[in-house]
């Protein structure tokens, strides 16, 4: 792999490759590694891959799964069209929204990383999980069902891209260690904005998990309030402590 002066991007298979089942492992993120994943997509069925199944750990653009103004590409569609042209199969971990896996021609399996993610926090001695919107619940229920501890869900409501407002609710977390699960960690306002509503109300400790760490903008400083913060390996950063390798051999092993 090679970047131009230009930023436009190079690959190059070295392996062969001919007659063989190829799982191509890349997230579509950030927007580069688009562009590589389809270049070497193109590559492996040049060199006669036999097979080729996408291995997409975070699916990005998948908030964008309609048209919501006039105008508006449907991002999540365009990804898809593109990834199934030279793909015969799919494996995805955690995507943000299912709808988007209805514009997927192909099989596509969807895994999870509850599973690594609720055995970490447990053996981290994590009491009680909390999800910091009505939407990360079914994230928090099943990671408190592996760490095997109560759980509970905080209200917010999105001002902007940058500004989320947490509502007020009395949590019984005093003097517990608590986990704040979700699904995508971006700018960190939503976790941060959690962690400061259990703080006030005596969590002992505040770990932020996630399944996607995409920590853009000043997320680290944000998240500093946190005592821990953990994501899976779907992305790489330095807190990727959690791998979603094992569920995703599985589903290699195992036909659509
Ligand atoms: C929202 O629907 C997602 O589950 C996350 O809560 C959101 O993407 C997190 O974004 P941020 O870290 O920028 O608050």
């Known amino acids: 792999m090679r970047t131009f002066p230009d930023g436009e991007v190079y690959v190059r298979l070295?392996?062969?490759?001919?007659?063989?089942?190829?799982?191509?492992?890349?997230?579509?993120?950030?927007?580069d590694k688009v562009v590589e994943f389809f270049l070497l997509q193109d590559a492996l069925r040049e060199m006669g891959a036999r097979s080729l199944v996408a291995v997409i750990p975070y699916l990005g653009y998948a908030r964008q799964d309609r048209r919501f103004k006039e105008g508006e590409a449907i991002s999540s569609r365009a990804l898809a069209k593109r990834i199934e042209l030279d793909a015969d199969r799919a494996i995805t971990v955690d995507v943000h929204n299912e709808r988007v896996l209805d514009y997927f021609h192909i099989p596509v399996t969807q895994v999870s990383g509850v599973g690594p993610l609720g055995a970490y926090l447990k053996g981290r001695g994590v009491e009680m999980v909390l999800?910091?919107?009505?939407?990360?619940?079914?994230?928090?229920?099943a990671v408190a069902s592996v760490a095997d501890c109560?759980?509970?869900y905080l209200e917010k409501a999105r001002i902007d891209?940058?500004?989320v407002e947490t509502k007020a609710k009395a949590l019984r977390v005093q003097r517990?260690?608590?986990?704040?699960?979700?699904?995508?960690?971006?700018?960190g306002g939503t976790i941060a904005n959690a962690a400061r509503v259990l703080k006030e109300q005596g969590a002992a400790t505040v770990t932020a998990?996630?399944?996607?760490g995409v920590f853009v903008g000043g997320a680290t400083d944000r998240l500093a309030i946190c005592d821990e913060v953990v994501a899976t390996d779907t992305l790489p950063n330095p807190v990727a402590n959690?791998?979603?390798?094992?569920?995703?051999?599985?589903a290699l092993r195992r036909k659509p």
């Not at 089942?21 to 927007?31: G, H, K, M, R, W």
């Not at 998990?209 to 996607?212: E, T």
């Not at 959690?242 to 599985?250: D, F, K, L, R, S």
Request: charged content about 20%; hydrophobic content about 45%; some cysteine.
């Open 161 to 163: 891209a940058w500004t």
């Open 14 to 31: 070295l392996d062969e490759v001919q007659g063989e089942d190829v799982a191509l492992v890349q997230s579509t993120y950030p927007n």
């Open 150 to 152: 109560p759980w509970d």
């Open 209 to 212: 998990a996630c399944i996607h």
């Open 242 to 250: 959690v791998t979603v390798a094992g569920p995703i051999a599985e």
């Open 176 to 187: 517990k260690h608590v986990a704040i699960v979700d699904d995508v960690i971006s700018t």
């Open 131 to 141: 999800a910091p919107d009505m939407n990360a619940s079914r994230f928090a229920r």
